[in-house]
């Protein structure tokens, strides 16, 4: 995906919060539910306090995964989509695309996402919807 490309569901990118900062893999996975084109954002951390509590992804799940790491369901946050792209073009080295993620991928997220006990009812709905829209 370009710098260009708006994102949008199933899409990855590569956020670092500020300059020195180590940069942390994102994946979209829902439908911008609104005219104001929010959605649903996960993190990716290598941080192993969460590794039994959270969703374990290997090398090759995605290519920006090249080891153990885990998607913190903590980090989850609704994104604009409008504002993501413009970082995309004004901000490129704190924000940056990258390969959209396999449908596969999304799903084992939303699946564990929604078995998950600490998941915000707000999100829950966000995710539900998502699986739904894809499955038609």
């Not at 940069?23 to 306090?49: A, C, M, R």
Request: glycine fraction near 6%; aromatic fraction near 8%.
């Amino acid at each position: 995906m370009s710098a260009d490309s708006a994102p949008g569901y199933g899409c990855a990118f590569w956020l670092r919060e500020e300059v020195h900062h180590r940069p942390h893999l994102h994946f979209i996975i829902s439908y911008p539910e609104d005219k104001d084109g929010w959605v649903l954002v996960v993190g990716v951390t290598s941080n192993d306090q969460w590794r039994a509590a959270e969703f374990v992804l290997h090398a090759g799940d995605h290519p920006g995964i090249r080891s153990a790491c885990v998607l913190s369901f903590a980090s989850l946050k609704l994104v604009n989509v409008e504002r993501l792209a413009r970082g995309y073009r004004e901000m490129p080295k704190l924000l940056w695309a990258e390969r959209k993620a396999h449908p596969g991928l999304i799903d084992r997220i939303q699946r564990a996402l929604l078995e998950s006990k600490r998941l915000e009812a707000r999100f829950a709905e966000l995710v539900a919807k998502a699986r739904e829209r894809t499955e038609d």
